[in-house]
């Protein structure tokens, strides 16, 4: 099959002008004023809205005890 009419370069750009990639919106955490993602857990502090949700000290010991627990098996 052939294209009939060859699409201009106008035409082309106009078509992709709704292709722009939008910048993430951040704003300030409660709890520690770290810029956060909206609707998401602070990454720094654990807290969403007001509230703890994560205890980040037991996810970093349970990483380290995962880490040497490799090293040793190496």
Known sequence: MV?????TKSHTKNRRAHHALVGMKLSKCGNCAEPVRSHTICANCGYYRGMKVLDLVKQTEKKQKREKAKKAKT
């Open 3 to 7: 294209v009939r009419m060859r699409s």
